[in-house]
């Protein structure tokens, strides 16, 4: 895809920061930022699996020669961990213009009164605690330059609740509240609040869920055509290419064949 000259222009030397960026949604929008700024970026791309974001790196860096890549091991569940990625970022990199909080999970589909404890402390730790320290870590810095944009990734699932989803929805909700709150308390500023609500896209989300059982996990999306990441990661670069006073606020985005987070149709 072209994204254009004016893309292009608009993205030139700043600096992005990628969580869940070793698969999926966040690989896909790195290499998007990449293909759309030609190169002329810093990427700063987070995950638990270290091995995935060097596997990355070396495919931009040899696409892109000017491009900047720094990765680093980062597990947003765990508090220490984000203060220690921070105290670490190099100077060269500190500077953040884009934030996408993309690091997420869901795990299982217990109903309530059977919901393993664990499981309950991930998705909350991960998707709500590791998303709102990370965005406080980031924040400060867009408010003394007054610019930057933060993407949150929702879901469905914060609209519109599902059995089975009691714990995962009841996150994405907290996500969507705090994405809300924030965009009012910034209206004074030039920094953007994005919200990009995606419903059924085919990732490794689901081999998550079910814990590696992957027939399980293919299921999800049989008799249907899901999205797929590439449909998410347009969105996110369209949205911070935008001129600086328009603000894609929030964005639903379904395949054809899904109308809510329980309405969706199966072909035979």
Request: with cysteine.
């Amino acid at each position: 895809m072209s994204y254009g000259a004016d893309a292009a222009k608009r993205l030139q030397g700043k600096i992005v920061l990628i969580t869940g960026a070793s698969a999926g949604i966040g690989e896909q929008t790195a290499l998007d930022y990449a293909e759309a700024s030609n190169g002329e970026i810093k990427l700063i791309l987070t995950a638990r699996r270290e091995e995935k974001l060097a596997s990355l790196k070396n495919t931009l860096e040899e696409k892109y020669p000017k491009i900047g890549v720094l990765i680093k091991k980062l597990d947003v569940s765990k508090s220490e961990d984000i203060d220690n990625f921070f105290k670490t970022l190099p100077s060269d990199y500190s500077e953040i213009d884009v934030l996408v909080n993309n690091a997420g999970l869901a795990q299982g589909l217990d109903k309530v009164g059977e919901i393993d404890e664990t499981d309950i402390n991930t998705m909350f730790d991960t998707n709500v605690l590791g998303m709102i320290k990370v965005t406080q870590s980031v924040l400060p810095g867009m408010k003394s330059r007054n610019r930057g944009d933060i993407v949150q990734l929702g879901s469905i699932a914060g609209r519109d609740p599902y059995p089975g989803g009691g714990i995962y929805c009841a996150t994405k909700a907290a996500l969507r509240a705090f994405t809300h709150a924030m965009r009012k308390e910034l209206i004074d500023t030039k920094i953007r609040i994005i919200e990009i609500d995606p419903g059924n896209v085919e990732t490794e989300f689901s081999n998550t869920r079910f814990k590696g059982d992957t027939e399980r996990a293919k299921s999800v999306y049989k008799g249907t055509e899901p999205l797929v990441a590439k449909d998410i990661s347009d969105l996110i670069l369209f949205a911070t290419t935008r001129r600086e006073n328009t603000v894609v606020a929030e964005t639903l985005v379904f395949a054809s064949n899904q109308a809510s987070a329980s309405h969706i149709y199966r072909s035979a």
